[in-house]
């Protein structure tokens, strides 16, 4: 299975992390959605991205 969403912390600030793909593999990057000092709002947020799945 392909990660498409991962949680960060960097310092102090928990990130969303999401994989966004220009056409091919090699110009895939990741793309920081959203940040906050709370864990548990940044898991919130990355459970809504988990559960969205592929669908843009």
Known sequence: M???ARIEKH????RVMV???LGTAA???WVSIGGCRSQAVA????LAVVA???RE
């Open 2 to 4: 392909t990660e498409l």
């Open 11 to 14: 310092g102090s600030t928990w």
């Open 19 to 21: 994989l966004r793909s």
């Open 27 to 29: 110009d895939a990057a």
């Open 43 to 46: 898991v919130r947020l990355w």
């Open 52 to 54: 969205l799945g592929g």
